[in-house]
């Protein structure tokens, strides 16, 4: 045998305790080229004892790999089940990694579980939706000044005169006889305007931020005022009409009511101006109007008349039961000065804080010039 390919085979059995798998295979494969043509029958033994050895450390370095793979898989379905129970946590952490960084012992970080959201998750106010026309109070239905007539009286004072009495007659003269005296009595009586007035105070910075709430103030003044004219003026029509003496007793309103206009065309009042009565007992005389009524209780365009003159409905001002069946052109107004409604920024101490006066405000007067034109009655008489 070849002494040289016989040194090199000793060398690479000496080598097999020092080299890997991989380098003692390509030893032998290198050895094996050499030897094929001329040496392989009388090596064969040797090189198949080589082999054998290879395969078994080979056999033993899968042994140890197949071992610590088989722990890892162990370890990977155990960790499995941990990442199961804590997906939570895991997002939490990575979708917060750059506050989690920054934890220290003053300085904290919070997290909590995912959930469905809710209106709960805004922190701060939703949208909103504004209706800029303010829904107010009612308006009284009719103000005592659109029954009266209307005077003016620019200097304060309103001096209206009535006939109160008389003597004597007037009757058929004889011949070459005197003729009868008559005698008129009269009364002159004042009526003083005064001011029906009021105010409301805002912030400038309400009228700029709140434009449309500040812009329904006139309307709101007006209304106020007129509720308190007709207060007053209800104070003194009530105290000089004349009480009625009709009763309810076998009677329905609406007869109680054509009673009252027959009294004031009998006395030669004009009795076909206008009845005003509480909306409840207008809305009552259109339920209980009785067959033979028919024709003198009618209701047509909206309108409700008894023996032709209309009926207008009084809220608030007007007690309750009452009623009144007049000649409106003996009751007047009597105005000095008109409504007004006037702006100031200086009024007061509104300069400094920065508000406004809103003034409303009428000299007026209230006459009742002839009492016995105007009939207050009460449909709960007995």
């Known amino acids: 045998m070849d002494e040289k390919l016989q040194a090199e085979l000793t060398a690479i059995k000496l080598g097999l305790e020092t080299k890997t798998a991989s380098e003692v295979k390509s030893a032998i494969d290198a050895f094996e080229t050499k030897m094929v043509a001329s040496t392989k029958t009388a090596f064969e033994t040797e090189i198949e004892a080589v ?108 001096v209206y005169t009535r006939e109160t009495g008389s003597e004597g007659s007037i009757g058929a003269n004889t011949e070459n006889t005197a003729k009868n005296l008559k005698d008129y009595d ?103 109007a009785k067959d033979d009524l028919a024709a003198a209780v009618t209701y047509d365009g909206g309108v409700l008349r008894v023996a032709g003159v209309q009926v207008m409905k009084a809220s608030s001002w007007l007690p309750a039961n009452k009623y009144y069946v007049a000649d409106w052109s003996r009751v007047s107004k009597v105005s000095t000065e008109g409504l007004s409604l006037e702006f100031s920024e200086t009024e007061g101490s509104n300069f400094v804080n920065n508000n406004i006066t809103a003034r409303i405000e009428a000299q007026v007067g209230f006459a009742v010039e002839q009492p016995n034109a105007v009939i207050y009655g009460d449909f709960t008489a007995v």
């Open 51 to 158: 082999k054998d050895a290879l395969e078994l450390k080979f056999a033993a370095d899968l042994k140890v790999v197949q071992d610590h793979a088989n722990l890892l898989d162990g370890k990977l379905q155990e960790k499995a089940v941990e990442t199961k129970d804590t997906d939570f946590l895991t997002k939490a952490i990575a979708d917060n990694i750059d506050s989690i960084k920054t934890v220290s012992k003053d300085k904290g970080f919070q997290t909590k579980a995912v959930a469905n959201m809710t209106t709960a998750n805004l922190t701060g106010s939703a949208p909103k939706t504004y209706n800029f026309d303010i829904v107010t109070l009612p308006s009284q239905m009719v103000n005592i000044e659109d029954l009266a007539r209307a005077v003016s009286a620019e200097n304060g004072i309103y």
């Open 186 to 288: 009269f009364t002159s009586y004042d009526v003083t305007t005064d001011f029906i007035a009021g105010i409301t105070r805002y912030s400038k910075k309400m009228r700029n931020n709140l434009t449309y709430i500040v812009n329904s103030i006139p309307a709101l003044l007006r209304r106020d005022y007129y509720k308190a004219e007709n207060a007053a003026f209800q104070t003194i029509l009530a105290a000089a009409a004349t009480a009625s003496t009709e009763k309810i007793t076998g009677k329905t309103k609406a007869e109680m009511l054509i009673n009252e206009i027959g009294k004031l065309q009998d006395a030669d009042y004009d009795g076909t101006n206008l009845i005003v009565v509480k909306p409840t007992d207008y809305l009552s005389i259109l339920k209980t």
